[in-house]
């Protein structure tokens, strides 16, 4: 039925259709450029000679990626690395979804506290990192009332690795130094799991708790059993999205503490800073961004697949 | 008196305790760069000031405010380009899908997860070589466009919510493709707009990377200003806490007024939204 509109209504898809496709080129073209054209340039320089402010573009195989895994500094970022992105997804996690589920108890003035977690998220991690290198400084700052109980920690000056035993040039364990870090970076970004956590716990119906209670659960069970099977997903969003975060974290870092004594509180994405456009080895630069971008990948790639495929 | 609620007394208790550390270092910020000099000292760094003295914010202001400017200059252009671009993508994408356009958006989303070093080098080799390095006009083209995937994912998740049949009706209508996106989808995502233009401001007025790369000096956007001011050992804490606050001021007012439609924008940056 209605045959000849259907007909008409087609031919002007496809013509509209061209036109939809020639508006989405400009962007495509920027994309393909701008970022796999990049970071395959930047490949380029990676496998490069290219280490003073001469380019130099002869091939030098995989020396610069052999060069890093062997020096000390890069070795400390990535252990760095490693202990900052655990306890600041673990911290961001387990904070973010406990204050989620306090603020959506009903409380009264449930959305005060929720515009004051969420505070931080509006801030630059220039402006935290100004700030937190004040409040966690060993001699003021939060350590003016822990002098009260006899306590006073270095925070970012400590250069102690706890549980440390040597591996390849450096001493592996905890870097003291880099929980400072961790507390200001979960300052900042625990407000986005308690956003996506709210949200989550807003998308359970009460009748699944109601009826978990009449069951005889206890408000614990409650949580446990149902609730927290049910925010899954989003704790999966939260973990990949603070990681990919924690793996590429630069501007906190550079403008709280810097690489720290022994670069207890170094990260790949200050030394690729500083090793490019301070001492202009750039395709040691290169090599640390192709490393960075290599683990974001390991993140991102598999949650963009299984997003594409829930899409369908 | 008898069932004293003992569980929501405590609930109480663990979010107010959390407050207040949330607050702490807002609180220091603001005490600090309303102090006198002289009471700026390690020692009393948590007490109120004894008179409230804007000196300092006179001081940061005067350092700070040729980069306030090089930052409004870069926000306001890069938040309206990207977001008209995004949402013709977005448009696109949602509402004229072809076949493979699901794997064309997931090859748009990846760079806005890539960790900006890895485009870097390149980046500002082709900055110089078209002469926009070291303007604020390239920070600009830097920002539209690896803003692309954000906000092509916040427009496309946007228009989902519209109906397919109103395009149809307004294809059947006779509209085209320029038509249904100016009369019947730009009035329809005002909200979109919003989200959108908010989550840009903050990201663009926050970064730091880029800026202070791609900038020197004379041209540099707030926060690498920012930056410089507390990294010098010179300057007094107050004036560093000021030009903290100055920094902030415009993020934060934001957020204070339309934080609603930041978090939505925040919520949406997690792909499935």
């Known amino acids: 039925m209605a045959n000849d509109v259907q007909i008409k209504t087609k031919r002007k898809i496809s013509k509209d259709q061209w036109t939809a496709i020639a508006f989405l080129i400009p962007s495509i073209i920027l994309i393909l450029v701008f970022v796999y054209g990049f970071i ?7 496998l490069s000679n290219y280490n003073s402010l001469i380019p130099d573009f002869s091939f030098a195989g995989l020396k610069n990626y052999l060069y890093l895994f062997q020096d000390f500094r890069f070795q400390a970022d990535l252990r760095n690395t490693l202990f900052f992105t655990i306890l600041f997804i673990g911290a961001v996690i387990v904070i973010g979804m406990g204050l989620a589920i306090l603020i959506d108890q009903k409380l009264k003035g449930e959305s005060i506290f929720r515009n004051i977690f969420l505070f931080p998220m509006a801030l630059s991690f220039v402006v935290t990192g ?7 400084n060993p001699s003021t700052g939060f350590n003016q009332f822990l002098s009260v109980f006899g306590i006073q920690p270095k925070w970012y000056t400590d250069t102690n690795i706890l549980a440390g035993f040597e591996w390849g ?21 625990t407000g986005f799991s308690l956003a996506m ?11 699944l708790r109601e009826a978990a209670r009449m069951d005889g659960a206890t408000e614990f069970q409650v949580y446990w059993k149902v609730v927290l099977p049910m925010l899954a997903p989003i704790t999966m969003s939260v973990i990949i999205i603070m990681a990919h975060i924690s793996l590429k974290i630069f501007d906190l870092i550079y403008a709280m503490t810097g ?7 170094d990260v790949p994405g200050v030394y690729m800073f500083e090793t490019t456009f301070r001492g202009n080895y750039y395709a040691n630069g290169a090599a640390i961004a192709i490393i960075m971008l290599l683990l974001v990948a390991v993140f991102i790639v598999p949650y963009l697949w299984s997003s594409r495929k829930g899409d369908q | 008196m008898a069932s004293f609620p003992v569980g929501k007394f405590i609930k109480y208790v663990i979010l107010i305790l959390f407050a207040v550390l949330f607050i702490m270092p807002i609180y220091v910020i603001i005490v600090t760069s309303i102090k006198p000099l002289d009471e700026v000292s390690l020692e009393n760094m948590w007490a109120l000031p004894s008179t409230i003295d804007f000196s300092s914010y006179s001081q940061a202001f005067t350092k700070l405010a040729p980069n306030v ?4 200059y870069l926000v306001v252009p890069a938040t309206i380009l990207s977001a008209l671009l995004g949402a013709m993508n977005g448009y696109v994408l949602s509402k004229w899908r072809f076949r493979g356009a699901n794997t064309l958006f997931l090859f748009i989303l990846f760079g806005m997860f890539i960790p900006y070093q890895s485009i870097l080098i390149p980046l500002i080799q082709f900055l110089r070589t078209i002469d926009m390095y070291n303007t604020i006009p390239g920070l600009i083209l830097v920002h539209v466009v690896y803003g692309l995937p954000i906000t092509t994912l916040m427009f496309r998740n946007f228009y ?17 493709f320029l038509g249904i996106f100016r009369h019947l989808i730009v009035p329809l995502s005002i909200t979109g707009f919003v989200v959108v233009a908010i989550w840009q401001f903050t990201n663009i007025w926050n970064e730091f990377l880029f800026a202070v790369t791609i900038t020197t000096s004379d041209n540099q956007p707030i926060m690498v200003a920012l930056q410089n001011l507390s990294g010098s050992q010179i300057v007094q804490w107050n004036v560093q806490m000021a030009g903290a606050m100055i920094a902030a001021l415009p993020t934060m007012l934001v957020y204070v007024f339309l934080g609603k439609y930041f978090v939505r924008g ?6 499935k939204g």
């Open chain 1, 40 to 46: 395959g340039w930047t490949g380029y320089v990676s």
């Open chain 1, 130 to 136: 100004v700030v937190w290198q004040w409040l966690l």
């Open chain 1, 169 to 189: 040039s450096i001493e592996f364990g905890l870097p003291v130094a880099i929980i400072s870090v961790v507390i200001a970076a979960v300052w900042q970004m």
């Open chain 1, 197 to 207: 956590y709210l949200a989550g716990l807003r998308g359970i119906p009460d009748e």
């Open chain 1, 259 to 265: 690489s720290g004594a022994n670069f207890v509180t």
């Open chain 2, 69 to 72: 400017l090089n930052s409004i």
């Open chain 2, 160 to 176: 989902a919510n519209i109906p397919d049949e109103m395009i149809e009706a307004a294809k059947i209508d006779g509209a085209n």
């Open chain 2, 266 to 271: 925040l919520l949406a940056g997690s792909v």
